[in-house]
């Protein structure tokens, strides 16, 4: 088979994590090898950066830099949150697309991301697709959620939850120095889905951890809340809880909301925060007068310092592979894992058709949250464990990170 | 010479922070060691303990444990704020101290903590030496906050440092990633003294850090703030802004006040928090819609997963010489730290008096502050850049911290 020669393009979408640069490192490095990629182009600002003709030339980047991206948190090449509208509705950006593919022939679409962006890189393989452009597109997962349907987890999720459960463990040791009472609530992110949230029940398990845990996948009862933390506080003075940004009311009313009016963001999505606070404050009232609101808010989806090897060599690993299935003539796909039977950890890369994962979401299942609806079963924790394995953080120049600096030379035509 | 023979007794007094328990292991490790002293207590919550005669046999902990205390954080035997009335006043509490003192035959009293804590050290050595009961009495400084007087630094501020000036480094790569507006605001802890947020200079002098920052040593004025992250928003789209807690207008009302009524903890200070959200309301009408306000909180006195070795190092050898000097017969000191001169860094203990010490606050200093009154400069990131060297890290078990585990087995008389 004569493989498919051009160039590839590849973009970073929605909300950074501690090793979607990871994945960076793994197409860039991998598409850089293959003789059939002729260019290797990283787009600035995800799909928007292709549509403005804004990417950069990564063969002028230092290989230095590029390995170091292994290591730097955050998306390197900027992200964007765009949605595309269907090209039944409106064909403009796609023409804008095949006409800069066309330009720099980009036979090769890889794209980086969450449930919205697998939405866009449907789209994309779709068009192209259907105006008979020969373009291999594959998508990486990506999204501390972990809520992308169809794979195992999402790179960016072990290292978010290690951080999590390290962090927790260690607020676990202040929240109980002094001998009065004390309620702390945590804030973990997840609109929808309660992986990360979850996540606090490994420290639990470590026997620092929450005393009660929710999540969004079930409605969030006030009064039930109340009662439990009230019950736990009165036990022996001191209660840990976390939470979910997401949590809402059996009306579908988000706790959040409960204080403030809510924004919407580009994805109509509500813009959440402040469940912990709107908690803390009520409990105040309620309960007792020492509580505290801890949010993790953006330091969970950036400390690469605290992250996961396993997170990290998987993420650099789904875009390694993403480019070498490409270049053996997959498209359409994401690149997902699958967990091998048996006693040791270890997954497999398989591939999932864009279609079946764009816009599907995976939920924590019921059944990995105990009867009463406040914590995680132990198979969460079979689950998870594995996950936030190995030690993965940058390189120090002045006791502080050295992250990737890269040139960014953008691509001239 | 001959030494004087007694139990030692040691406690931990209020805010925790990663290395105090670093401290603890070295009085505990160096007084078990010690012929002359018969035993060693640790007082549950400070002083209390010994008020209420609830103290742990540290001779019974597994020496590992022990030895875990150097990576473990937080108080492990308990903390306290409880304030000694002046022994003029009301003479209830030292009766019974030593009451407690002549039962267990105690000779050796080592107390860590921060201006607060120094103060009680200093009353109970001063009450004993009234009362001719002898007894060595050793403060052993600790504060996140680095305010005590007459020592270059304070163990357990490098790794709160090196913390806040890594997690702004990578916050700063997060708050970057859309091509869109966006501003950040860090709240920082310090309640007067701004060491903790000048360290978010150190992420600035990476190229990684703060446009702005704003320490309590300055009055705040919040029109200057709102022009100067306007001036950058209107050149570069994105702002990070770090500020204290304890930031306050010319008049003496906290930014957190404008928000909301303050409470008072029990040594009369104003219980803060809220600074950056209220700011970022502010700023949200005023400048810009995208904004985000972080606050550290705990994580930031508690994350032991990324100490500094020189701390943690500083930290044992600050309890480990109060027990040597006091064996030798000093009494009525802190331990502190002297920075030699020369290119290398390296700190020497001196002794400090307890009454020069007590409740005297030391501030950044002006010239450390640049002319503006937003920034740092060289000089104090060359004061502070040693402080944050070397990796400590608690041992690992399933990719999470191993933090010791006492038995707190009470001492019986």
Redesign the interface.
């Known amino acids: 088979m004569s493989k498919l020669k051009g160039a590839c393009i590849f973009g970073?979408s929605g909300g950074?994590t501690s090793v979607i640069n990871a994945s960076a490192a793994g197409v860039i490095q991998e598409a850089l090898k293959q003789d059939c990629i002729t260019a290797v182009y990283g787009a600035?600002?995800g799909i928007?950066g292709i549509l403005e003709e804004k990417f950069y030339d990564m063969s002028k980047e230092d290989p230095y830099e590029i390995e170091l991206l292994k290591t730097?948190?955050?998306?390197a090449l900027?992200?964007?949150?765009y949605k595309l509208k269907n090209a039944e509705e409106d064909e403009t950006d796609y023409k804008r697309l095949l006409e800069v593919f066309k330009k720099y022939n980009i036979r090769y679409f890889f794209y980086n991301g969450g449930n919205d962006s697998m939405d866009t890189c449907n789209k994309v393989s779709k068009y192209m697709q259907k105006v008979g452009y020969e373009c291999r597109v594959m998508g990486i997962p990506k999204t501390i959620d972990n809520d992308l349907w169809g794979t195992d987890h999402c790179p960016g999720y072990g290292s978010a939850a290690?951080y999590i459960?390290?962090?927790t463990?260690?607020?676990y040791?202040?929240?109980?120095?002094?001998?009065t009472g004390m309620i702390t609530i945590l804030e973990v992110m997840g609109r929808n889905a309660g992986w990360l949230t979850a996540a606090t029940s490994?420290?639990a398990y470590?026997g620092?951890g929450p005393d009660l845990i929710y999540l969004p996948e079930l409605p969030f009862n006030l009064d039930k809340f109340l009662e439990e933390t009230n019950r736990i506080y009165k036990e022996n003075g001191k209660v840990i809880v976390a939470v979910s940004e997401g949590v809402k009311d059996e009306n579908g009313k988000y706790v959040a909301e409960m204080g403030a009016s809510l924004?919407k963001d580009a994805f109509g999505h509500a813009q959440l925060g402040g469940a912990a606070s709107i908690l803390a404050s009520i409990v105040k009232e309620k309960i007792a007068?020492k509580v505290?609101a801890?949010?993790f808010?953006?330091?969970q989806?950036?400390?690469?310092?605290?992250a996961?090897k396993t997170d990290v060599d998987e993420a650099y690993m789904a875009g390694q592979m993403a480019v070498r299935y490409a270049v053996e003539g997959k498209t359409d796909y994401m690149v997902a894992f699958e967990r091998s039977e048996g006693p040791e950890y270890k997954c497999n890369i398989k591939l999932i058709n864009l279609t079946d994962v764009a816009n599907t979401e995976k939920k924590v299942p019921r059944e990995w949250i105990n009867k009463e609806g406040n914590g995680l079963t132990e198979d969460f924790v079979k689950y998870a464990?594995p996950l936030?394995?190995?030690?993965s953080r940058p390189p120090?120049?002045?006791?502080?990170?050295r992250?990737a600096r890269l040139k960014k030379v953008l691509a001239t035509k």
Chains 1, 2 share one sequence.
Not at 72 to 75: D, K
Not at 78 to 81: M, P, T
């Open positions: 970073q950074p600035a600002h928007k730097t948190p955050s998306s900027g992200s964007v949150r290690k459960a390290t962090s463990m260690e607020v040791h202040d929240a109980r120095v002094y001998d490994l420290a470590k620092n924004a007068n505290r801890i949010e808010s953006l330091l989806r950036c400390a690469a310092h605290l996961s464990l936030i394995q190995g030690e120090l120049e002045d006791g502080l990170p992250f």
